[in-house]
């Protein structure tokens, strides 16, 4: 008579699971509250500059919504094909997309303000790559970047691989305790360098945020 498998549940595991989606929601409702205030705020802004035309002209409004388009532009190349764009990019394009709104109602002044903003979004993800490539190696099929960097430590003895998978080559191996930076993701794997620049892959159930 076989026996059937037992099951073991990792109780600690699921607890921790439970809170850090408890703590995602709870971020993400305050992301969002932040950033409906500055949606507001952006409106008042261009409204007001609806009632002074004479803060900018057509030609310059055109100009900096041109400028705009071409640095989104060069955002999106610069990630790389086989990764999503950064945040930024959507953030940038939604920005341009208003300015030429306010362009075509001829409120120029606030048409240049919000195509100062996507360029300000479009310089953040240019920086925000750069500290990517900082993680080591060119970006991934499916990878994609934290909004910032994450200073996590190991929660244990660890294993750092090559690549986003158990399969591949072991690099490097560290102790329990040791703090690393975060640049992405690929599914349940994360990129990761350590203070000794060396950078590698490890499972997300072995890192947590530094104590």
Same mark, same amino acid.
């Given at each position: ?39 507001? !705020? ?5 409204? /007001?500059? @609806? +009632?002074?035309?004479?803060? $900018?002209? *057509?030609?310059?409004? #055109? &100009? ?44 120029? !002044? ?5 195509? /100062?903003? @996507? +360029?300000?979004?479009?310089? $953040?993800? *240019?920086?925000?790559? #750069? &500290? ?51 640049? /992405? ?13 060396? &950078? ?12």
């Amino acid at each position: 008579m076989s026996r059937q498998p037992v099951l073991v549940r990792d109780t600690a595991l699921e607890q921790r699971a439970a809170r850090l989606e408890l703590k995602v929601l709870e971020q993400d409702a305050q992301v969002a509250e932040l950033q409906s205030r500055l949606d507001d !705020a952006r409106r008042e802004v261009v409204r /007001s500059m @609806a +009632k002074l035309q004479s803060l $900018a002209t *057509r030609a310059e409004a #055109a &100009s900096g919504m041109a400028e705009a388009e071409i640095a989104l532009q060069a955002l999106r190349s610069a990630n790389g094909s086989n990764s999503q764009p950064p945040p930024e990019y959507a953030q940038g394009t939604q920005l341009l997309q208003l300015s030429t709104a306010e362009f075509d109602q001829q409120n120029y !002044a606030g048409a240049l303000y919000l195509s /100062s903003e @996507a +360029k300000n979004a479009a310089a $953040a993800g *240019r920086g925000r790559v #750069a &500290s990517n490539d900082r993680g080591g190696g060119a970006m991934r099929k499916g990878e994609t970047p934290f909004a910032l960097p994450l200073r996590l430590q190991t929660t244990g003895r660890a294993n750092v691989r090559e690549g986003p998978g158990a399969g591949f080559k072991v690099v490097f191996t560290l102790e329990g305790g040791t703090p690393l930076v975060a640049y /992405s993701y690929v599914d349940q794997w994360v990129r990761i360098k350590d203070d000794g620049d060396r &950078s590698g892959w490890i499972h997300q159930s072995l890192i947590d945020r530094r104590q």
